[in-house]
């Protein structure tokens, strides 16, 4: 390779330049020496000979310079000549140093943050073989389980078997349970049990998407055969390191899963979390051993139970259209197959309607980009903004400086320097501001990004694992920015600051017409900034009252004092249909209730934002009622007492309920006034499922209306049963207390485990909290955007007041003639907030528009709200007015209190 | 006595041949037997000399090492490398192409 030999020649050169140009020196003298010895010998005197000597050889300065020039350094000396200087120089000005690095560093920092989430969340491709080829069946935006006819989100396994079967377009089909089994297991024999986050997957699971073993083996088709009979277990590279302290005698090694044992057969690849962002399992387990792991979901070979996702591998050459035409025939052929015979003529017609949409998952599934995309990708605007208002912030402050320098600028440029050489030096300036703010930048991100990370979490003890550490993407995100920031801010500056008039500016430093025209410049970013900050201001306005909105939303229950956790019963070795279940939930409820400082406990599927099992209902003699499922939730007798929630009519459940007698409900003021519409429903009866369904049942009290999901959703129809007549797994348990919520949490957990030792008891926590989860997202978006608010007002403030201390110091002569010639302190005064009050009414008049175009953007993340309106833009005006008067002020006083004398004797 | 100048491009060739010639030789050794070789009619202004030694050291077709002269005196000797070799071939086979293409030309009339 000629030019890396040549490369690392001129490198050495580089490196060693000093001692090549000593070498050279002594080279140039020897000859020189020669010549002149070779003349002395010719008898000619020493001087003369010298002299002649010289003269033959050339101008060894540009000898020396024409070599220097060949080693190819020269551009990058004079680079690191111009970063000492421009070091030098910033530091001599160390506030406004400061003040720059520190803009820099949080518009930087903000737009890194965002991106890493942006990145992580949406962006990346998930760490498996060609990415781009993997399609799902449906959009992936469901998950849960199905009973539903013709589902095309959730797929059933036997569906998965014949569409890998019959396509012809997939090279590979595999597919998972859409939900993770949060399990609590025992590991390698070890007492304790821990929770362990379990993921069910097909054995083509890990072939299909092409992720190699790191120890073992990944899970095959094998592993999937035939139901129940495959207890293996592959676990996670991560899960290796840290519970088993990556011990490699892990092969062999046993989990306990519920009163399965399953034997450790792989570790997954390091970068392997996952199709799922957002969702990190610890150990896979084939399909086949669905029914072993709690909460032991049903349905290896039933195909009216959809509850996995179906995704494919793309072969070499289909395309999406060709995909979803294939996968859309042999849609209907499989539905018909498994149910043909028994569909009506409306049910066929339902079926030929059906269509299921192929999506790319080539980034992966997520539940947290249907929840944040549209946040982030506003917010990423918002910070766009932010560092916009921090550019404009630099540019001024370097606007400013580049005219006190007017003079060096002269003095440099009258010696010869050119004037390209001069913005070279002055972006080099710029170069290094945005580098400082760069590498604070990345500072506060990272920490920024654990802060977030924790903030959008939905529990307190565990992050969501999503990964935004410093990588390179991020790096390089970031370095481009910093360039960017440094070439926008600073070009502007540097020419300006080189385009002088020479004798004026030698003259005194301060030529007329340049000041001027800097000073609409400086304006002009001024009233950007305003405009900028009044979006900002507006938007976050508008998330912070539509954030007030939904927390004083009643959720139709008494949030306070209320202690919830979750019993793990199916780990603790429970089945759905086991008869000890009842007693169970009563001795805990009874247990519990009896304890000091406890007013009422209860049992229940659900209390809220915790997914939701919908089902249809059918009222004899009622028209069947389309789309409009009820959502179920099995409780305990004090139930309602417990949440607070008011009887309406008739009664709740008793311990007359009993499995043995009437099966009995409780609904909802909705349900009541969707099903029954004429007179009261107490006493009338209703089919939970269609009218041949078992399950009757009798209608008993009427309750108020509550919130089931979120605390934005319109409102429900819920029904409620009892789970003495209804056997259920109920994880919720939840205690009406009074006093002090860790000495009653301590009595609880210790009332259930008197119970039941084995029963694992998980997110202790209050009723409030778990609301207040649930707008984690809108408050998440609500403190970021009142962040960068204020940060943006806070920049453009710094901006104000630069500006005008600045205007000031230009105008002390003018000022001081005014002063001179009558004019009052508090009409100066006036000069100087006139200015400002002019520069704020542009920037609003600018901003108005934009903010009112961005409400519409922001309105479907707004709750009670409908975009930007007069209030919000009132206020944010208002404190926008204040904060730049209050910038102003300080110059404003100083022009007023210039000494007269001092002021015209000035120039 | 009138000296020409060297013609322009051919003070590499000029410095390779030399160097194939003479071995180990020091700067004022490569001028003086280049003025010698050209019976005092060419003329290297001397000091072009160097930089073109620094840009052949970079290209690879000559290596220095320092070294004494007869006169006790440290110099730097330059040697061809088999590059050096490869390259005297092609400028002498390019210097000759031009040499004879300005031949035709003026004996055209």
Redesign the interface.
Known sequence: MAWTGELARRLRMFFQRKRFQEELEEEIRLHVYLRQQERVDANVPVAFAHSAALRRFGNPTRIKEESYMSWGWHWLESFLEDVRYGTRSLWRSKGLTAVAILSLGFGIGANTAIFSFLDAVMLRSLPVKDPAQLVLLGKGEVQGITDSLNPTELYSYPFYREMQKQNEVFSGVATMLSMMNDVHGTVDGRGETELMHVQLVSGTYFPMLGVPAYLGRTLTDEDDHSEGNHPVAVVSYKWWQQRLAQDSAVLGKKVKLGDTTFEIVGVTAPEFFGTKVGEAPDVWVPLSMMTSVPPLVQGYKDYSASSLYLMGRLKPGVTMEQATGNVNLLYQRIQLGFEGSKLNRKQRVELEKTYVPLSSIATGLSSLRGQFSEPLRILMVLVVLVLLIACANVANLLLARSTARAREFAVRQALGARRLRLVRQLLTESLLLAFGGGALGIALAWGANRLLLRMISASATETVPLDVSLNPRMLLFTFGVTVFTAIFFGTLPALRATGLELTDALKDGRGTSSTTSTGIISKILIVMQVAFSLVLLVGSGLFLRSLIHLADVDPGFNKEDVLRLQTDVSSAGYKVDDPRLTALYQQVEERVSGLHGVVAASYSSFTFHEGSWNGSITVPGMPEVKDQNVRHNVIGNGYFKTMQIPLVAGRTFGPQDTATSQKVAVISESTARTRFPAGSPVGRHYHIGGMGSPWDMEVIGVVKDVKYGSLDEKPVQIDYVSYAQREHLLNDFEVRYTGDFGVVSTAVQQAIHSVDRTLPITRVTTLDEQVSRSITQQKTVAQLSTCFGLLAVFLSSVGIYGLMSYAVSLRTNEIGIRMALGAARSNVRWLVMREIVLLVTFGVALGVPVTLAGGRLIANLLFGLKGADATSILTAVGMLLVVAVVAGFLPARRASSIDLMRALRYE | MSRDEIPPGTLYLLILKTLALGGEL???EI?SAIQRGSEDVLRV????L??AL??M????WVVAE?GT?A?N????YYKLTA?GRKQLEVEMSQFERVMGAIRRVIQMA
């Open positions: 020091h700067g004022f001028a202004e001397e000091g072009s160097y930089p620094q840009r050291l970079i290209k690879g320092w002269t006169g005196r440290r110099a730097r590059d």
